[in-house]
């Protein structure tokens, strides 16, 4: 029997080996880009920047051909940035950023409507408002053209008590009009030209001034993982299809990226076969949702993506959701069969907040996940 259970466990700790040995490149991957040397891969200290040189080297030591000249696909967007101390004092009262209060993007629309429903209110000699609300909101960066609409710092409400008196803050909020950022597209030739393309957003919140890093590890570093793990595998051999990989910058802030992509083409979308857009990989213990799973050019991918699931029983469920304009596929919906996948369920990082770190991202699912797009793409 001892001997048994000695066998048994040797085949155990040998599955675990083999399992981190498979995903080893993609954890690689996640622990760069959720580094705070990236600083979120926003605007703020240029970290899409780092993070997208980082990528294009990468690309360039798998053996990929570039798209663009050294891999990048160059555009810019109005955004702002959040870059030095950040303080906010109320009545005496230091607030933590992040945990007690926050900077929200807003339109002219939405401050009004969250001045009304806010339980106190008091604007600042530079414009800035400062509003106590029951919750505070997900974080985002900020972005739009400068001062057509107000800064907003949101503060929950049960931290100050009294009637607001006296504020003291320092907003470091710098806008940066026609930020320069970029794409990484790369691609690896197949034995006939129809293609696949496999897309992910490598941005993520950036910082809020010094003292809060926004790592994205789940969102979307994990995504950006997948893409590069199936670039390797695709680079390492002759595809059928030619295989192209595409990263944007820019989603965060409203999708810019893969909208800038899909207006100034770098390849011809009447010979796409498939276009899957992976956003959020870390997790999955409920399965993947497929948005865009029932137009008439993308459903058969839904179907078939079902059909391996049954084979295999890899995910306890393949969930068919509409198209949306909520992750880097929406775009290229126009022009080609364009997929977006999500895993549902834990183990994961925090979504858009400072604890979305590597050490969270589970990837029990991975090799399962990546397996069947594999198949799903031609890529196997």
């Known amino acids: 029997m001892k001997k048994h259970l000695v066998l048994f466990s040797l085949v155990v700790l040998l599955c675990f ?20 040397a990236m600083y979120g891969r926003g605007a703020s200290y240029h970290g899409d920047s780092i993070a997208a040189a980082f990528l294009a080297s990468e690309m360039q030591r798998l053996g990929l051909l570039p798209l663009q000249v050294n891999y990048m696909q160059h555009y810019t967007y109005d955004c702002y940035s959040l870059e030095g101390p950040v303080e906010l004092t109320i009545n005496g009262i230091e607030l933590q950023p992040y945990t007690q209060f926050r900077f929200v993007p807003t339109t002219s629309q939405s401050f009004s409507k969250r001045l009304n429903e806010a339980t106190w209110s008091k604007q600042l000699k530079d414009g800035t408002w400062v509003i106590g609300v029951k919750q505070l909101d997900t974080y985002s960066p900020i972005t739009g053209p400068q001062r057509t609409n107000p800064v907003c710092i949101e ?3 049960t931290l100050i008590t009294k009637r607001v008196r006296k504020v003291h803050a320092n907003v470091p909020i710098h806008f940066q009009p026609q930020y320069k950022t970029q794409n990484v597209v790369g691609y690896v030739r197949g034995v006939i030209d129809s293609m696949i393309v496999f897309t992910a957003h490598y941005d993520h919140c950036g910082t809020m ?6 790592p994205g590890a789940h969102d979307n570093a994990s995504g950006v993982a997948a893409v590069m793990d199936l670039a390797r595998m695709a680079a390492s051999q002759k595809p059928y299809y030619t295989m ?3 990263l944007f910058s820019g989603e965060e802030s409203g999708l810019k990226g893969s909208r800038y992509a899909a207006e100034n083409p770098l390849i011809d979308y009447s010979k796409v076969k498939l276009l899957c857009n992976i956003d959020m990989f870390c997790g999955g ?15 058969p991918f839904f179907e078939k993506l079902k059909s391996l699931n049954d ?4 995910a306890p469920e393949i969930r068919p959701r509409e198209n949306r304009p909520n992750s880097d596929h929406y775009w290229f919906s126009n022009y080609c069969p364009s997929i977006f996948l999500l895993t549902m ?18 990837l ?3 090799n399962a996940y990546l397996q069947m797009i594999k198949q799903l793409s031609g890529l196997e």
């Open 155 to 157: 503060v929950i409400d």
């Open 17 to 36: 080996q083999i399992q981190a040995q498979d995903s080893a490149y993609a954890r690689h991957i996640i622990k760069e880009l959720a580094s705070s």
């Open 285 to 299: 213990d409920e399965g993947i949702m497929f948005f865009n799973a029932k137009s008439d050019n993308t459903k």
């Open 209 to 214: 001034g010094d003292g809060v890093i926004f």
């Open 244 to 246: 192209v990989f595409m």
């Open 364 to 366: 029990g699912h991975y």
């Open 311 to 314: 084979q295999t029983h890899a």
């Open 345 to 362: 369920g834990q183990p994961y990082g925090g979504y858009h907040d400072p604890y979305d770190i590597c050490e969270e991202c589970g």
